[in-house]
T-cell receptor, first 116, second 114 residues
Framework: GENVEQHPSTLSVQEGDSAVIKCTYS??????FPWYKQELGKRPQLIID?????GEKKDQRIAVTLNKTAKHFSLHITETQPEDSAVYFC???????????????FGKGTKLSVKP | EAGVAQSPRYKIIEKRQSVAFWCNPI?????LYWYQQILGQGPKLLIQ????????DSQLPKDRFSAERLKGVDSTLKIQPAKLEDSAVYLC????????????FGPGTRLLVL
């Protein structure tokens, strides 16, 4: 089955700097890669996702890149702000419309701290 | 649009007791998931429903966990009897599609087993 590794486990940056979180996956059939942000005591929230037919996707200060050959994908946050402080989870899934697949396998999370 | 609702938000029980969690998904979402999130880890899927049918329960410890989704809307997850290692946050998520994308999570139920 799928296995998702996430690094680093903790990341501390100064406000305004960039942050990069990396994930690798094992199942070459995986074709959907979402990123979730979870603030302390709150629910995970989808912040961006990418499908395997795309190499990069941007949404304001957040971007995700995907390298299918190397089986890794990364989250990039630019101009970080204190409110970006949270735990970020990557996940992988092999979407199979009309079928029974589609379960997300999550990484262990990265605790991002943005210092003012 | 109302989000995924869960209750209770917190529950403390002793080992070997029983507990049940309730989830109301976003209206119109056919797919419902239950996840277990142990402190410091990512969510782990327990069971996936498509309408009122089980799609995947391969990670559900069936000797003590059970779940149902009657009428294809609300769902309940039960643990009987609970063990210390069941202490975790139980998250419910729903999605309009069956492919795993666009999952919206509820606030979770934090369970402590003493």
């Amino acid at each position: 089955g799928e296995n998702v590794e996430q690094h680093p486990s903790t990341l501390s940056v100064q406000e305004g700097d960039s942050a990069v979180i990396k994930c690798t996956y094992s199942d070459s059939a995986s074709n959907y890669f979402p990123w979730y942000k979870q603030e302390l005591g709150k629910r995970p929230q989808l912040i961006i996702d990418i499908r395997s037919n795309v190499g990069e996707k941007k949404d304001q200060r957040i971007a995700v890149t995907l390298n299918k050959t190397a089986k890794h994908f990364s989250l990039h946050i630019t101009e970080t702000q204190p409110e970006d402080s949270a735990v970020y989870f990557c996940a992988a899934s092999s979407m199979n419309y009309g079928g029974s697949q589609g379960n997300l396998i999550f990484g262990k999370g990265t605790k991002l701290s943005v210092k003012p | 649009e109302a989000g995924v609702a869960q209750s209770p938000r917190y529950k403390i029980i002793e080992k070997r007791q029983s507990v049940a969690f309730w989830c109301n998904p976003i209206s119109g979402h056919a797919t419902l998931y239950w996840y277990q999130q142990i402190l410091g880890q990512g969510p782990k899927l327990l069971i996936q429903f498509q309408n009122n049918g089980v799609v995947d329960d391969s990670q559900l410890p069936k000797d003590r966990f059970s779940a149902e989704r009657l009428k294809g809307v609300d769902s309940t997850l039960k643990i009987q009897p609970a063990k210390l290692e069941d202490s975790a946050v139980y998250l419910c998520a729903s999605s309009p599609s069956s492919g795993g994308e666009n999952q919206y999570f509820g606030p979770g139920t934090r369970l402590l087993v003493l």
